[in-house]
Nanobody, 123 residues
Framework: QVQLVESGGGLVQPGGSLRLSCVASGSIFSIYAMGWHRQAPGKQRELVAAISITSGGTTNYAPSVKGRFTISRDNTKNTVYLQMNSLKPEDTAVYYC???????????????WGQGTQVTVSS
């Protein structure tokens, strides 16, 4: 089995910062990419940021967070981080970690999700 566990969410004032972490564990053979999505009440889940694990750390950001959020990884710990600065009320959402990975050699990567962590930006 594979588990993704997020941490670091909470309540922060507008303009503040938070750092989310996500650790992947279990029967992992290879991780190809990890990322963060978010879902606000009444809205669809959207990609926030993603990072390649096997291709030099290529990153991708949603236009709404570019320049404010930074995704990074620690391959030795199967961990991905999301540093969120200059937070706005519209960043309020449940943030979900995801990973594209294989559990054995010779198989195609599948997507796995964490349980989510709440981020609330409010004064």
């Amino acid at each position: 089995q594979v588990q993704l566990v997020e941490s670091g969410g909470g309540l922060v004032q507008p303009g503040g910062s938070l750092r989310l972490s996500c650790v992947a564990s279990g029967s992992i053979f290879s991780i190809y990419a990890m990322g963060w999505h978010r879902q606000a009440p009444g809205k669809q889940r959207e990609l926030v940021a993603a990072i390649s694990i096997t291709s030099g750390g290529t990153t991708n950001y949603a236009p709404s967070v570019k320049g404010r959020f930074t995704i990074s990884r620690d391959n030795t710990k199967n961990t991905v981080y999301l540093q969120m600065n200059s937070l706005k009320p519209e960043d309020t959402a449940v943030y979900y970690c995801n990973a594209d990975l294989t559990t054995k050699w010779g198989t195609r990567p599948l997507g796995y999700w964490g349980q989510g962590t709440q981020v609330t930006v409010s004064s």
